[in-house]
């Protein structure tokens, strides 16, 4: 089966396209500027001896649907895509943010799905409504096509109670659906399966905790296969210092800065969100590789902004930790959690007493790859995964697509 795997963001599609026989890349592609001047798609196809066809249209795109039409031309092209026709896509994968309490798992899109979508659009108004966009251009293009919404929230459903309610009065949870949903499921939920195999053991025997560490960043405490708490909250705001999120604040902490400024209660999250975490705090940039390439050079903000990420994280796995009275194995991925060993050994440092020992070596080692980097002995197995959201996507729909059939 031939999938295709569609991500829409408000001025932006990424796209692949999967063989799920063996699960191989046929091609994959980013549209941008969606509705702006200047809108581009670029697609690669991979070669056989290791290099990529690139493909660039340039062309105006006033919206989703003309963006996903240049998509599938662009698939479909003689000399730089990968099928011959349209008809060789056999489903629709669509990366979907926000399914509130409605989903738990991927499901096979219907109308009655897409209404549950806009019921959620309160909840993700920056996410839910492209990820609407992308999934009716592709129903009106390829109609007949089977398509499965597949959430960053679902995979987080199965925390308890006393973990996602936050400590406000009930009627908020019972009138808004203020509690914490958590996002990033897609990677943690592939980080545990990855994980589980590498170690030959079954994931519901496991006690996992995987830090996904990138622009956006999250840890999820993992308990035999399922999560029981991750640090993102009702936005993906909570928790981590990301690059551009603060992470865990104390609320009133926007009413002083809009009191002092005279900014409004939405200019100040959008500060929180976008001008914040590592940028905020060293004044310089959002990226990881600038910050460490500064600290070395001695921007004290830099270091300490540095120190404040991994910090975070540190606390966290400790939670996560006690709370689930031990770990097998934490995981990292993410563009940092991937490549930076220098912030996997600052998170990891004097952990030894709670059974984590990295060998440097290993550590030093892995950039972008898998593998384990604690050492043989360290009671708590130590490994980075590369993050592969597009691959689950494609599983989750190969799978539900399968089971429809029967
Ligand atoms: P997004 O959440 O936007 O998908 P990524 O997962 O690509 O983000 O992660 C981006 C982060 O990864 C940036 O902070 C970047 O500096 C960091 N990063 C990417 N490559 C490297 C590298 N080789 N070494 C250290 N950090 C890296």
Redesign the pocket.
């Known amino acids: 089966m031939k999938v295709l795997v569609i991500n829409c963001g408000s001025s932006s599609i990424k796209y692949q396209l999967l063989d799920m026989e063996t699960e191989a890349l046929l091609l994959k592609g980013l549209v941008e500027r969606i509705g702006i001047e200047g809108s581009i798609l670029t697609q690669k196809r991979p070669e056989a001896d290791g290099s990529e066809t690139k493909f660039v249209i340039e062309t105006p795109m006033k919206d989703h649907k003309d963006a996903i039409q240049h998509v599938m031309d662009a698939i479909v092209d003689p000399d730089k895509g990968a099928i011959k026709s349209l008809d060789e896509i056999n489903a629709i994968g669509h990366r979907v943010v926000h399914a509130g309490e409605k989903y738990a798992n991927s499901v096979l899109i219907s109308d009655s799905v897409i209404k549950a979508l806009q019921d959620c659009i309160e909840l993700a108004p920056l996410h839910n409504p492209p990820n609407l966009d992308g999934i009716e251009a592709c129903r009106s293009l390829m109609p007949g096509v089977p398509m499965v919404a597949v959430f960053d929230t679902a995979f987080h459903q199965t925390m308890r109670p006393e973990v996602y309610l936050y400590a406000i009065p009930y009627e908020f949870y019972e009138k808004y659906g203020i509690r914490k949903y958590g996002f990033h499921g897609t990677s943690h939920k592939y980080m545990a399966a990855e994980v589980a195999e590498m170690m030959n053991i079954d994931v519901n025997d496991l006690k996992l905790i995987t830090c996904h560490l ?3 960043a999250s840890v999820s405490a993992i308990k035999h296969g399922r999560c029981i708490d991750t640090s993102m909250g009702y936005t993906p705001l909570e928790g981590l210092v990301m ?1 551009t999120r603060c992470g865990d604040l104390d609320p009133s902490v926007v009413k002083t800065i809009c009191n002092r400024t005279g900014l409004s209660d939405n200019e100040v999250l959008d500060i929180l969100n976008t001008k914040s975490g590592l940028l905020g705090v060293s004044g310089l940039s959002s ?3 600038d910050l ?1 390439t500064a600290a070395a050079e001695g921007h004290k903000r830099a270091e300490i902004a540095i120190r404040i990420f991994a910090r975070r994280v540190r606390n966290y796995i400790g939670a996560y930790i006690a709370e689930m009275n031990g770990v097998d194995a934490i995981v990292f991925s ?3 959690g991937e ?2 060993a220098e912030m996997r050994n600052r998170i990891c440092l004097n952990m030894g007493n709670l059974g984590i020992k990295i060998d440097q070596h290993r550590n030093e080692e892995c ?1 972008g790859n898998t593998a384990m980097i604690s050492t043989d002995d360290s009671p708590v197995k130590v490994m980075v995964i590369p ?1 592969n959201e597009e691959l689950v996507i494609a599983r989750e729909t190969d799978e539900l697509v399968r089971k429809s059939r029967v």
């Open positions: 990138g622009n956006g690059g990226d990881f590789r460490r993410g563009g940092i490549n930076a950039v993050a």
